[in-house]
Nanobody, 126 residues
């Protein structure tokens, strides 16, 4: 059983920073590709960032490149999303997601991620 729990969301002014955290239960965490997605309004979940498990490979959506940084701490079973230079359009519910163990970074489609947290709301005021 794998469970994910996000924290760190809140209200921040445009141009500010926020760090999201995701704690993951399950012994296979260190072998799992992890990612952050976000969902705003009536839209579907959109990919934000991902980090591989075998190498520290990362991938980002074009909209957040240079502003967001994903990282992981396998000793603590944690994944982080450092968000800088936040914009109003970054407002969304942010979800932590994990692929099944040993699945590579590869695809960043939401349907390729098996485990999901409940989300944390980030609101950026302009």
């Amino acid at each position: 059983q794998v469970e994910l729990g996000e924290s760190g969301g809140g209200l921040v002014q445009a141009g500010g920073s926020l760090t999201l955290s995701c704690v993951v239960s399950g012994r296979a965490f260190s072998r799992s590709t992890m990612a952050w997605f976000r969902q705003a309004g009536g839209e579907g979940r959109k990919f934000v960032a991902a980090i591989g498990w075998s190498t520290p490979t990362t991938e980002y959506a074009d909209s957040v490149k240079g502003r967001f940084t994903i990282s992981r701490d396998d000793d603590k079973n944690m994944v982080y999303l450092q968000m800088n230079s936040l914009k109003a359009e970054d407002t969304a519910v942010y979800y932590c997601a994990a692929k099944k163990p040993r699945y590579g970074l590869g695809s960043t489609l939401a349907s390729d991620f098996t485990y999901w947290g409940h989300g944390t709301l980030v609101t950026v005021s302009s």
